[in-house]
């Protein structure tokens, strides 16, 4: 009797469907679940198309590239373009702006939603937690031309900031064509486009938190402060920690639309990054070879820092992306 029942329960693993799926071969497996598959081919194609096949364009970086000669047809000069890089007097200034913009991004503006996030947790009322969320998320969806556009209306010489000053009996200021005022506009504007939309997965961490702890606190006597400080932050500490490592990597890598759109011959002291720089070496001067290397040379920058970030957040036992 003892016999039989082992027979049965063998016969049981074997027939359940992890072992099935794992004994047959691969046609057997497309075929089972090849609706899968088809729901993420779309989206790996379109990562090769757009990502990884134009990495083939990268050789240029280490030739003399010619429209009429092609990838393979131009001739190699090796490390030429990234020593001419180095040796241009203007690549310090750009990575320093680069650098600068980046760093006062990510200190400034990195933990803005963290606290809206907090804030709109808090309310208890819906309508309005719904309200202040959709009017956070807006200027997300706004084009940077129009932003920028809007920038320029309101601070321009005859813009509504500017009366207001002459009406108080002040000077008008000239933000877009004085270099102390571009950091702060650029700063201070991507703060009030990306706050909202920002915030969206710090309020999934907060609502994946057991609302039992919430209870518990405030049957033990904790106010508002404490329970933010003992529950809330602790509950998306996780989900901090990965966007963190994500938005550091973005130290070196602003954004050229804005940048552009923002910057003049007036502030390139403090304006021209390192992609405004590739745009005007690279199609205006048409020197492609020399602005595929600063590109690389900018990739490569932005991986190390990536994964220097990774490595500490791992020393430190906390979350990391791998």
Same mark, same amino acid.
């Given at each position: 009797m003892n016999d039989k029942l082992k027979e049965n329960r063998?016969?049981?693993v074997l027939t359940s469907p992890l072992e099935r799926r794992r004994g047959v071969g691969w046609l057997r497996e497309l075929r089972l679940s090849g609706h899968l598959y088809l729901m993420v081919l779309p989206g790996v194609l379109g990562f090769l198309l757009f990502n990884y096949i134009p990495m083939y364009g990268i050789i240029i970086a280490f030739k003399q590239y010619d429209l009429i000669l092609g990838f393979d047809g131009s001739p190699w000069v090796g490390l030429k373009h990234f020593q001419s890089f180095f040796a241009? @007097? #203007?690549? !310090? &200034?750009v !990575?320093? *702006? /680069?650098?600068? +913009? %980046?760093? #006062?991004?990510l200190l400034f503006g990195f933990w803005p939603p963290i606290l809206l996030a907090l804030l709109l947790n808090e309310l208890t009322s819906k309508w309005w937690k719904k309200f202040f969320q959709s009017v956070s998320y807006l200027p997300h969806f706004i084009a940077m031309v129009v932003v920028v556009g809007m920038m320029m209306e309101l601070l321009g010489a005859n813009g509504p900031v500017n009366l207001l000053l002459g009406s108080l009996g002040m000077e008008p200021i000239a933000f877009f064509n004085e270099s102390s005022y571009f950091r702060t506009?650029?700063?201070?504007?991507?703060i009030w486009q990306g706050i909202g939309w920002g915030s969206i997965l710090y309020l999934a961490a907060l609502t994946g938190i057991d609302p039992e702890l919430y209870e518990a606190s405030y049957m033990d006597g904790a106010n508002?402060?404490? &329970?933010?400080?003992?529950?809330?932050? @602790? %509950?998306? +500490? @996780? /989900?901090i920690t990965i966007l963190f490592i994500l938005h550091a990597s973005d130290v070196i890598n602003v954004g050229f639309e804005k940048a552009y +759109?923002?910057? *003049?011959?007036?502030? #390139?002291?403090? %304006?021209?990054?390192?992609? /405004? #720089?590739?745009? &005007?070496? %690279?199609?205006?001067d048409r020197n492609f070879s020399y602005a595929t290397a600063v590109g690389l040379l900018n990739s490569v920058a932005a991986f190390l820092i990536l994964y220097v /970030? *990774? &490595?500490?957040s791992r020393a430190m036992k906390q979350n990391s992306l791998w």
């Open positions: 063998a016969a049981a241009d @007097p #203007y690549a !310090v &200034r !990575v320093k *702006n /680069t650098l600068l +913009l %980046g760093l #006062y991004s506009l650029f700063v201070g504007s991507g508002r402060f404490r &329970r933010i400080w003992h529950i809330s932050l @602790p %509950g998306m +500490l @996780p /989900t +759109l923002m910057s *003049n011959p007036a502030i #390139y002291e403090v %304006g021209d990054v390192i992609q /405004t #720089y590739v745009y &005007r070496r %690279g199609i205006i /970030t *990774n &490595r500490a």
